[in-house]
């Protein structure tokens, strides 16, 4: 058998001597990274002419974004260090989103290594917390260009309002099952906090800690204090939800309430059902999509992010919202069983309408019972129910499930699968920065 010895080491005494290895016969060339070297080449030749983030650039080129740029002070003929441009930031976040990227350290890192996101940003300096606090900074002008998109498409005769569907779908919050506290525990975590705050505030750095690291430090703590204080706030809303679902519980199937509880970490997230069949902290992330023609197929027109577990109550407002993007309202309004409440039903029907959504089997009712008008129904929900019972529009609310689940499915593959930021404002942003990334995408699809 033979004797491995490191290289360069003589051979154990009394051994005898070993012939050349192969690796030691070899004539190699050596990897040589002490010598300096020029590359004369710029970032324009490092991407090819249909990389996908040229036709980014180049729609964001074409749409008015003033309202990214109303909040810089820095402007010609007054003093100010120059801002970074928002057009690159816009476009950093938009293609990171493409490639799944959800986190600004991973995109700062990405803006010095990948060449795509060299090219973007064209040496426009960014940090890991300027493109943090850029993606979750202008949800009111994210808004805005996912409106123009919109018009664009229907001014192209490619996407109308005759059809749109509503769906929800329940997203991952940035929060552990761990951390919902009831009051006794979350009031000494704020004692602790606000105690944590106090001694940073009053002690002089560590050796070898920088201004900068312990700004970031007393950040952090007052940022938790606040937290659990928010947490704090949200109890009564808590508990006034356990005691209206005990409220509608059937006789017999009434729980115990018990004690509210909050995240300490997230305070407006709520445990949802999953999917999975699991009950995880999460936020409802509500879509609008309309069928277009050809690859316009599922554009969003209206987003939504709500910290409630079931889908009541937002067909209405998500209803309005497309109006104000499109300035019409829809012929058709396909919505699955969560959305058709009677006060939902009767206010789009009163708008002029149609409603198509499921009608539910009423408890200890026979099938043939379901479509019948039962007490307290409004004369719009009496049509619904008829309305229902025909096949075509059975028919009809079927081809909801081909056009809201693919846009959900494309939602997922951008990022929409678990948030990275806390609190609704911020959840929302993110959802609306995916629309948007949804929306260009198609647009890119079609060539325009």
Known sequence: MRQWSLPNMPDPVG???LPPTRRELARLRRPVRNQVEWIERDLDSMVSPDHPVRGIWALLEQMGLDGFYAHIKAVLDRPGHPASDPQVLLALWVYATVE?????????????????????????????HMLSDFRVAYPEE?????????????????????????????????????????????????????????????EHPEPGVSKRQQAARERAAREREERVAKALSYLPEAQARKERRQQTLAKGKREKVTAPRASSTDPEARVMKMPDGGFRPAYNVELATVKGLGKAHGIIVGVGVTSEGND?????????????????????????????????????????????????????????????PREGDSPEVVAWRERMATAEAQAIYKTRGSLAEWANAQTRHLGLTRFTVRGVAKVTAVAMLIALTHDLLRMLALGM
Not at 104 to 128: I, K, Q, S
Not at 357 to 372: D, F, G, I, Q, T
């Open 15 to 17: 051994s005898p001597a």
């Open 100 to 128: 799944g990227v959800g986190t600004g350290r991973e995109l700062d890192r990405l803006c010095h290594e990948h060449d795509a996101y060299r090219w973007l940003r064209g040496r426009v300096p960014v940090n890991y």
């Open 312 to 372: 009541f109550g937002q067909a209405a407002p998500m209803e309005e919202q497309v109006k104000r993007r499109t300035g019409i309202d829809p012929e058709e309004y396909l919505m699955d069983g969560g959305f058709a409440s009677r006060e939902a039903v009767t206010t789009l029907e009163q708008r002029g309408i149609t409603v198509y959504a499921p009608v539910k089997l009423p408890r200890n009712k026979s099938e043939e019972e379901r479509y019948l």
């Open 142 to 202: 994210v808004d805005d260009l996912i409106t123009r998109i919109v018009g664009c498409l229907m001014a192209g005769e490619v996407v109308s309002l005759r059809q749109v569907v509503q769906d929800g779908m329940r997203v991952r919050a940035s929060a552990g099952a761990s951390s919902f506290r009831r009051r006794g525990t979350l009031e000494r975590c704020l004692e602790e906090a606000r105690e944590q705050v106090e001694r940073l505030a009053g």
